[in-house]
Structures are given as C-alpha cells and as structure tokens.
T-cell receptor
C-alpha cells in the first residue's frame, strides 16, 4: 500500500531554475513530513522537514509548501545548482506514538544542467 | 561523531548462501531501522527496534530474513538462504526517541548471483 505518492519520477532543470517535487499522502494521522536528499553511493540525509501546523518552511534555497486540506506537500528548490543533482525522497511519519517510522515516497531523480 | 556504520559496504554472494549485514548506530540513539532500496520498489522499511526490542517487522519480506539487536550498539540483518531477488542496497538508520531525524548509514550493496 503506497501511502505517500511522489512525482515526478525524474526532473531536469536548467541551472538557476526552480525545481518542484510534489507529494501526496493518505493517512491523516501523519504529523511530520521530511524531505531526504540522496547522492549516488550515499545514504539519504535529512534536507528539510515540516509539521502540519505551518503552511510553509524555508531554509536557504529550499522551501516546503504544505496543504493540509489537500493532503499534499511539495519541495521547491530555488536557483537550482548542479550540486543539487541527487535523488529526493519525501516521507511522512507519526511522531507521537508512531515510533518515528517513516513512510517514503518513490523518489525523484533531479538533474540540474549547466 | 562517526555516524552510523555499516559493514560490509559491498557483498557478492551466490544463491543459497547465508548473508549477514551489520550496523552500528550512533551512540545514544535508541531506535534503529533497517531499509532496503531497489529501483523497482524504492526505500522499504524492513524492521525497526526501540531500545533493542523489535517493534515492527511487518516489512520483512519472508522468513528467510531475520534481524537482531543484542545491544544498543550493534544490529544484524541476516538472509538465509539468499536469492538473486534479494540484491539491493540495505541501509541502517538510527534516531533518538523521541526525535525527528533519522541518520542513515552508507549502506551495504548486496549482489546475489
């Protein structure tokens, strides 16, 4: 059962452009929504995360937009750079009593071209 | 901090052989997770432990897979007997509980011939 749906599967963006990755979830009990970044040959690493009590969170060039009523959230990468080329995973979990068990989306391979 | 340590980094074995993957979580972290990553299925949670106790093993694909955490600083994932469809990258991650961020190890790339 796929509880977190992620799109697109792959994305090519020109340097300086905006990268947008979308996710949708089904379980309304989820209360923590992180994005992980994975470079080839490495494990995923936390990039940015949001709780459902806010609609947006920004850290540098990375922004999460969250729409609770639509059960959707997205990652925006502003001024995309070649070093951002990686696979991005959205995820969701239930923090309280949920054991921090993450449900991951299927991943988006981002390539930023010069 | 050394981060999550996994060994071996690469494992090539033949079908039917026993495979043991090892993980050392970050010191002080009390929850540990085992994941499997493939192109077809993405990142799948296999099992996780809280305070060395298995909490949810619903992701373990079949009885050929088993995991143990004998103490707070060591865990193993064993596959016996291994099959070619087990070929994947296996990740271990740890987290403080309560806590938000899972820290992943570098993974073990398993190839079963």
């Amino acid at each position: 059962q796929q509880q977190v749906k992620q799109s697109p599967q792959s994305l090519i963006v020109q340097k300086g452009g905006i990268s947008i990755i979308n996710c949708a979830y089904e379980n309304t009990a989820f209360d923590y929504f992180p994005w992980y970044q994975q470079f080839p040959g490495k494990g995923p690493a936390l990039l940015i995360a949001i709780r459902p009590d806010v609609s947006e969170k920004k850290e540098g060039r990375f922004t999460i937009s969250f729409n609770k009523s639509a059960k959707q959230f997205s990652l925006h990468i502003m001024d995309s750079q070649p070093g951002d080329s990686a696979t991005y995973f959205c995820a969701a979990s239930i923090l309280t009593g949920g054991g921090n068990k993450l449900t991951f989306g299927t991943g988006t391979q981002l390539k930023v071209e010069l | 901090d050394a981060g999550v340590i996994q060994s071996p980094r690469h494992e090539v074995t033949e079908m039917g052989q026993e495979v043991t993957l090892r993980c050392k979580p970050i010191s002080g972290h009390n929850s540990l997770f085992w994941y499997r990553q493939t192109m077809m299925r993405g990142l799948e949670l296999l099992i996780y432990f809280n305070n060395n106790v298995p909490i949810d093993d619903s992701g373990m694909p079949e009885d050929r897979f088993s995991a143990k955490m004998p103490n707070a600083s060591f865990s193993t994932l064993k596959i016996q007997p291994s099959e070619p469809r087990d070929s994947a990258v296996y990740f271990c991650a740890s987290i403080t509980n309560p806590g938000n961020t899972q820290y992943f190890g570098p993974g073990t790339r398993l190839t079963v011939l």
